[in-house]
């Protein structure tokens, strides 16, 4: 009778008919409660109606029944898998292992579990052991992938994916690693094609299709990149792919409010805290006002080169307590410049959106700056929740979040006049001068001469990121190098290691008449040898309508101007901006046909650029754009108007 009912338990099981299994296990038990078994059976069915607490407690009852039945073990560490309780999982792991140690699918958990914790040497030992037991058991290959990109060990990655996808060429896990290994060394073509023949037979994969919609952008293809991205949120809604979109839209030849603030109003409708925020905010006022900042690029980044003088000339203001909120794991020179100030370091990284609200809360910050908007590393979901009384837009986004929870965007007469304020959800708030400043930087000498001096020819140069170089822009610096005899242009990119994206870049140039010879590409440079190579190009040629920030402050400050295209939102005027406050305003074209017109003309005087160059190089240290402490001044001004208003 046993056997027969333990059939049809089994008979459910396998047709998922949970609560059938439920009831025939529930009529065993009653007759004996006590058989180790039948409790395993029970703890299971729970297990599959999600009842993980109940269940372990049940398979606990069958453990001190016959301890080494050790699938128990295992079935406990999946109840606490699905509890996030990844520590306690690891130990009921490793207590099946010590009974035994020849299943492929523990070793593969206890590995997955070690590399969520980041013990990469612990997994990677837990993925060897599963292919000593099975050369055949693919999801190793897979994750030992993965833990080599973890480790930034991208070809010895691809190795290991190949033998496993020469084991199953369909594993789709495999070849997006794969993907993800090319798009890591700069190959996106090469990423895109493993993608797409992927899609042949996966075609509503949400996974495929982000990573396919994510490296078109990346290759520059923006309207390609949006079609894929766009499939796959309609089959799976994303917070995170819905902000890389964000970012994206300015990187588009023409700008789409209307389409970018939809997408913003999409992705509100996701932004969800489920755990309770447990902190209050207390609204209290010290003596002190407290200033926070989040951010992933407290580092070797553009935002950094903007704001590391001024935080520290802040946090020397005995009127304000700092506190940085940085979202990123790895930490360098900079870094560590930003941790022996007088600010209070907090590293978020590992903490979701509602621990960092309740650490908002706690620490009491009065003011928010968000660093980074939609921008790779940004936390626009905590702001999204109102963490703090006041908070702010500035510097690393220089858009509006959508979102009026932010209250306020810092900005200038220039990058957003009172005509303009209609286009931002934010109030915005104008700095009495410019929007941003640079750090000085006087590790790299900037040279006095002018290079087309001794080169004979006009060399151009933009070092923005080569995603702002769309069609049109390529289009009018075609013009340009078409109609300068001999000019040359200047180009930096990591996209450049790949030699297939080289030369269909070099093609879009090509196919406009300019000469090969005319063109240099190069793969990006470090800090200091990029600030070197501004020693070179007499005309930095500003892109649109993503116009430069910290590419085009540091191309004043060695003294090359930059010839840039009025916009009209401060994404686009940002550069604008900079040469107003520099006394540059024949450095702003009206329009594409004015902004060719200009490169010519100030190409064919080469004392005027000899000039221009002087007048940079011997005013730079009394420019405002380089002026961190005064900037600091207008910032803490800021704050005590902010303060009033909110206090009134």
Known sequence: MQNKNLNNFYKYIQANEINEAHNEINKLLQLDSNDFFLLHCYGYVLYKKNNFLESIEIFKKSISLNEEFVENYFNISLCLINLKMKNE??????????????????????????????????????????????????KAYNNLGAILIKKDLIDNAINIIEIGIKIDPKFIDLNLNLARCFAKKGY?????????????NN???????????????????????????????????????YESKLLNYFYKEDLDLNSYYNDINKLKKIYNIN???????????????????????????????????????????????????????????????FKKLNINWVNIIKLSDTEVINKLKLDNIQILFDLSGFTKGGRPNIFYHKPCPIQISWCGYLASTGMLENHYIFADKYTI?????????????????????????????????????????????????ILKINHKVISVWSKILCRILNSKLYLFSENFNEHEFKSYFEKLFLDKGVRLDQLFFKINLKRDELLNNYNSIDIALDTFPYSGGTTSLESCWMGVPVLTKKGDYFISKSTESINKNIGLNDWIA???????????????????????????????ETFNIFDSKDFAKQIFFAFKNLMRKQNA
Do not use: M
């Open 188 to 200: 996106y073509l090469k990423a895109i094609r493993i993608l797409k023949d992927l899609l042949k």
């Open 275 to 337: 755990d309770k925020v447990e902190q209050e905010n207390k609204l209290f006022f010290d003596k002190q006002i407290k200033i926070g900042f989040i951010s992933a690029d407290f580092r070797s980044h553009a935002v950094s080169f903007q704001i590391l003088d001024v935080i520290k000339n802040l946090s020397e203001n005995l009127e304000l307590k700092l506190y940085l909120y940085y979202n990123k794991l790895e930490e360098d020179e900079i870094s560590k410049s």
């Open 417 to 465: 006049p009172q005509l303009d304020e209609y286009k931002y959800p934010e109030k915005i708030y104008r700095l009495d001068s410019t929007w941003t400043v640079l750090s000085k930087n006087y590790n790299v000498v900037a040279s006095s001469n002018l290079p087309a001096l001794k080169n004979k020819f006009i060399t151009f140069g933009s070092f923005n990121n």
């Open 203 to 241: 075609a509503n994969d949400h996974n495929i299709l982000a990573l396919l919609g994510n490296y078109y952008i990346k290759v520059g293809k923006i309207s390609e990149g949006f079609y894929f991205i766009d499939k796959s949120l309609k089959i799976q809604d994303d917070q995170i792919l």
């Open 590 to 620: 009206n329009d594409e046909s004015d902004y060719i017109n200009k490169a010519v003309n100030f190409s064919n005087n080469l004392a005027l650029l000899q000039s221009v160059k002087n007048y940079l190089l011997e005013n730079r």
């Open 89 to 138: 999982a690891i130990f009921y792991l490793k207590k099946y292992i010590s009974y035994k140690q020849d299943n492929c699918d523990v070793y593969n958990n206890l590995g997955l579990l070690h590399l969520e914790n980041n013990q990469l040497d612990e997994a990677t030992l837990c993925f060897n052991k599963c292919i000593s037991i099975n050369l055949d058991y693919v």
